[in-house]
Each structure stands twice: as C-alpha cells, then as structure tokens.
C-alpha cells in the first residue's frame, strides 16, 4: 500500500493527542514513557490492508483474520493498548525499562510498543497459536524495525520456554481462566496483565504474583477476540426473547423458557429506583461486578442480559447497557439493572425492572445492592486467583467462582 507520509505522520499524532486526551477525561494520566512508545511505533505498518485513516482511529481494532464472520486476529483499539500498558508499568516497581516480558497473542503492534517501553537492557517475546498470525506478524515487526523481537507460533496454554520466567506476561486475547503456566513463568514479583471473563464481564487485570497467587492491582473495561487452544472456553447464548438473549459464561443451567415465560407476563412487571441523584460523570464501571457478587452471594442465579436494539426500541426490554447487563434468577422472577432515569437537571437514578410473580421483591432487593455500593463509596473490586483445590479456609473472605484451572476470589476495596 503506498503511504502518505506527511498524511501518516499527521494522522499518527492526532490518534495520540486523542488518546492523552480521552486519558484525561476519564480523570486518567497517560505514563509519559507511553506517550513516548505510541508516538514511535507507526501502527500502519501493522495494518498494512487498511487505510491510513482506519489505522489511526484510537477507538478502532483492525480485524487482521477472520474466519467466517468472527474475528480471531486484530490489532486492538489504540486506547485499549495505551490503558493496558498503563496498568502494567504502573503494576511493577520501576516501571518496564530493562523488564523481559511475553506477549500472549500476536498482532506485533503491541510487540513494538512493549520493545520500546523495556528498552536496550530488557526483551520481549510474542506468542500465537496461529502460524499464518505469527508469520504476518513477524514480517511487520521486521518491516517496522523490530527484528529483535521473538515470535513464537505455540499454544501458551502451556509454558513458552520451559524454565523460563517473565517480569511480565500481558494477554491481549480473551481469556475465562488463568493456566498454571502463566503463574509458573511470571518471576517471584511479576506481573500479569490479562483480559478475563469474570462473571461474564470482561475486565482487563493486572496482578502481582505473591507465591502460588495472584492478586489484582487495577482493572480496566475492555473487550478481545476470544482465546483458541487449550484455553478456549465457550460463551452460551440463549433467546428468551426476539432479540433478547441470555449470555452464560459460566458452566450455568438455566431454564430459559421459563424466563421467557417470565418476561412476557408484563402485568407483573415492576420498575423500582434507587432514589439517587448522580451527576453524569459517575463512573458505574464497577457496580455490575458489585451486583454479581452480591446475586451470588444471595444464593440467586446471576446471568447476563444481552439485547438487540430492535428489541430495545420496541421496550421488550429495557437493560443498562445492552450489550451486557447483570441481571438475577429467583424465586419466580427474571430482574436486571434498567436504563437510567434522567432528571431535567441532567442527573440521573438507577433503576431495576423485573418481571414475575416475585418482580416487586426482586426489584427492591436489586435497588437495595445499588444503594448499597453507593453506601460504600463506590468501593473497586479487587481479584484474586489461587490454584483449583486450595481449600476454602485458605481463600480470601469474598465471592468464589470456580474455574478449571483457578479459584477466582472477589473483594471490594474502597475506590
């Protein structure tokens, strides 16, 4: 493809001014050393199939690979990588000059920006399961100037390089669980950055080792391509509705035709509110985490609500966020966290809706959890990852949810 370069080089800078931009209005600080990478590394010399202008949108992955109509490779979002790579120099003591890090799936632009924030002294080594992704992703690092580079084609649901061990293992595909080997390859004080599905919400972690443990030191909303291999985990989906799905990310039964039974008795529906008056800056981010926990911890069945925007426009339903709000089974009734209710003096309250015979109960319990976390002053969740079979009196007091390879624990701490 020829290159403009003036045009590149414009585009380039804006796509940061963007990102350091954005940083600030979510009352971030961009770490000055990746500034300094993603103004180095020219990102369309790793999309070289599309636009300049496409290659430079700092809200925009490139799908490199697709296989049908799902997308198994891409080079991810600008703003995703700048937030990850934040979260993992500011996760390890003296930041990443001179740190050996392992790159677990390879688009080579995050490669190239993970070289230039370890520096001379440090190494970087990228791993996919994909030999067509490992080979276009070597010729662009090449291409780049990043020959020195390891690019291994491998499934890193086992150990890379047996023996070995990284400051840092950071994971831009998808992933349900945290393998023994990536705890086994990280140094005794390392750190693991990685996009995990934590009742079904994707968040991006980064977690200091602590023996045979991991413990979350930030978290970020975020989204990948799924994980192939060893680790590969299925999302379910199922219609209680036209347009309205149920996501399942856990091993979970669920009868949905009596939730779909549930959500078309609208005589029982009850919408209930919190009574709250937000500003619209609040940052909501970790209250679904907040009510998962809380379902859970309540014995109810805790799923997730996916919807089309048909089925939205034609108020079938009403979610929070549609493409995945917490919502609750029990006792005769299907509830989640409903779109908010805006005030003429642009505040807003949150609400739940509910449907079934027990909707007036389920709907207060729900608004009862928000009114809770706002209580508690917004508190973050904090994760923690043991190994499966660590006996219970030896976890954390929290909420538990069991992986193959994992027992994830989560806390709240105060925001």
């Known amino acids: 493809m020829s290159v403009d370069t003036a045009s590149g080089e414009d585009l380039h800078a804006a ?35 599309a636009a300049l202008t496409e290659a430079y949108r700092a809200d925009q992955a490139v799908v490199t690979k697709r296989i049908g109509d799902e997308a198994v490779s891409s080079v991810s979002a600008p703003w995703l990588i700048a937030e990850m790579l934040g979260q993992a120099a500011d996760a390890i003591d003296g930041g990443l000059p001179g740190r050996h890090v392992l790159e677990i799936g390879s688009g080579g632009y995050n490669a190239a920006l993970l070289r230039e924030l370890v520096g001379p002294s440090g190494s970087v080594t990228t791993v996919d399961i994909d030999r067509e992704v490992t080979d276009r992703a070597a010729a ?29 293992i950071i994971v831009t595909v998808g992933a349900w669980d945290v393998p023994p080997a990536w705890t086994a390859q990280l140094a005794g004080n390392g750190t693991l950055v990685v996009p995990l599905r934590t009742f079904g919400m994707t968040r991006s972690w980064a977690m200091r080792r602590t023996g ?14 799924s994980m192939q291999g060893a680790g590969a ?58 009510l998962a926990t809380r379902i859970t911890d309540a014995g109810q069945q805790f799923v997730v609500l996916t919807a089309q925007q048909e089925a939205v426009d034609a108020d079938v339903v009403a979610p929070a966020w549609r493409f995945g709000t917490p919502a609750a089974l029990d006792n005769g009734a299907f509830c989640y966290r409903s779109a908010l209710r805006w005030t003429d003096d642009d505040m807003f309250d949150l609400g739940a809706c509910a449907h079934g015979p027990g909707a007036a109960v389920a709907a207060g319990r729900m608004v009862g959890h928000m009114r809770g976390w706002l209580d508690a002053g917004s508190p973050s969740p904090v994760l923690h990852v043991l190994p499966a079979g660590t006996p219970d009196g030896d976890l954390p007091a929290g909420t538990v949810l069991d992986k193959r390879h994992s027992r994830f624990v989560l806390t709240f701490a105060p925001a």
Not at 27 to 47: I, K, Q
Not at 145 to 168: M, S
Not at 212 to 225: A, K, N, P, T, Y
Request: glycine share 4%.
């Open 212 to 225: 045979d443990r991991l413990v979350s030191h930030s978290q970020r909303l975020c989204g990948f391509v």
């Open 15 to 49: 796509m940061v001014d963007q990102l350091v931009a954005d940083h600030a209005e979510k009352g971030l600080s961009m770490r000055p050393d990746v500034e300094a990478a993603l103004r180095s590394v020219p990102r369309h010399l790793f999309t070289p199939d």
């Open 140 to 168: 662009c690092l090449t291409a780049a100037g990043y020959d020195d580079v390891a690019v291994l084609c491998a499934d890193a649901e086992q150990p890379v390089d047996p023996g070995r061990t990284y400051d840092l």
């Open 233 to 290: 985990h299925q999302v379910r989906y199922v219609d209680i509705a036209d347009g309205v799905h149920l996501r399942l990310d856990e091993d979970q039964q669920v009868n949905h035709h009596a939730v779909a039974e549930l959500l078309t008795q609208t005589q029982t529906q009850t919408q209930a509110w919190a009574g709250v008056n937000l500003p619209p800056r609040t940052v909501l981010a970790n209250l679904d985490l907040w």
